[in-house]
């Protein structure tokens, strides 16, 4: 992982606590420290843990390098739930459908009988939190040492290729400017699609396309990528060992 402070470490774990118990509002943020990704994983991951808790069920997770990480209900039943859930499988207002739960119950039998489907495993569900916190106070104080010294004279040896993003700080809050970092992704094969993740909770978001190569800007932060399209169709495919630190090498190449 990265190197951070222990102020920064400090910092960033009041930040991603808070986000996961509901707590956000009022937190002391940097005026170019965006949160929002991160507060929109942990949003959606406590409705996960909330759904699977009604269920006694395991968590969907991933091996990312030697570690199991969790991964978004959205990812491993997305594409089996039709219409507006689709994206958003285990969401409160979802809930309130009459067909919910005998649905839910029928995807997540493989969890409950702990059995790997689709490339997946489990993990349980404390275990899960566990190293969501762990893994995204990680995420944030890599953003936070690295804005940090993008303030600082060091700027342009540490951030090659540094571009200014304006997007919001949190979830529902203003717009800030902070810097993201150009970034490359190859692939064996042309006219692929590119997502990204951070590595706490594998969860896909649209990077770029098509490949090979494809380019786009993130922001500070610790990733996975994964792929679709051509001969994968819409199973995205991770490659859980291609694992970027940003500001870094700008540039990774996935064996798809």
Known sequence: ????????????TNIVERLMNREGE????????????????????????????????????MLVGDEKVPISLE????????????????????????YFYELARELLRPLRENREFDGFTSMNRDEARTTFIRRATD???????????????????????????NIRQRVTGAR??????????????????VFWSGAYRISPNNFNHP??????????GTYVFGVDGGAYGNNIQW??????????????????
């Open 1 to 12: 992982m990265a190197d951070y402070s222990r102020d920064d470490a400090q910092y960033a």
């Open 26 to 61: 009022g937190l002391d943020l940097g005026e170019d420290i965006v949160i929002s990704d991160v507060e929109s994983d942990a949003n959606a991951f406590s409705e996960d843990l909330s759904l699977l808790q009604d269920f006694k069920t395991d968590m969907p997770a």
């Open 75 to 98: 990812l491993v039943f997305g594409s089996s739930v039709q219409g507006p859930s689709a994206w958003r499988f285990g969401a409160r207002p979802w809930r309130h459908h009459p």
């Open 139 to 165: 995420f944030v104080a890599t953003r936070i040492s690295a804005i940090r010294v993008f303030r600082s004279s060091d700027a342009s040896r540490a951030w090659p290729g540094v571009s200014l993003l």
């Open 176 to 193: 800030v400017t902070t810097p993201g970092c150009q970034f490359t992704i190859s692939t064996n094969s042309n006219g692929l699609r």
């Open 211 to 220: 490949t090979s190569p494809t380019s786009s800007i993130l922001q500070s």
């Open 239 to 256: 490659d859980p060992n291609c694992v970027v630190s940003l500001p870094g090498q700008p540039y990774a190449h996935l064996n798809f």
